[in-house]
């Protein structure tokens, strides 16, 4: 099914964001044909995130927490 065939009113838009304390990351540029190498640590970090939906031109479930999303945490919103 299309998305110009939906009803407008069952449409929820779902958005997730969140920030860490992580200063570097492990990516950048190389000379084609070479592998770019970088340490990086193998931990998980403290992490705020926060997640909302948007139906019919209101907000609904707003939340904050700790961690990372997953499937647990976009079923408790539902």
């Not at 110009?4 to 992580?22: R, S, V």
Request: hydrophobic share 35%; charged share 30%; glycine share 8%.
């Amino acid at each position: 099914m299309q998305r110009a065939q939906l009803e407008t009113h069952k449409l929820i838009y779902l958005d997730e964001a969140g920030i860490d304390d992580i200063e570097d990351y492990g990516y950048g540029w190389c000379e084609r044909g070479q592998r770019f190498e970088a340490v990086r640590q193998g931990k998980r970090r403290k992490r705020v995130s926060f997640i909302a939906a948007l139906h019919q031109q209101e907000l609904i479930a707003p939340m904050t927490y700790e961690g990372y999303c997953n499937r647990v945490v976009t079923s408790a919103t539902a």
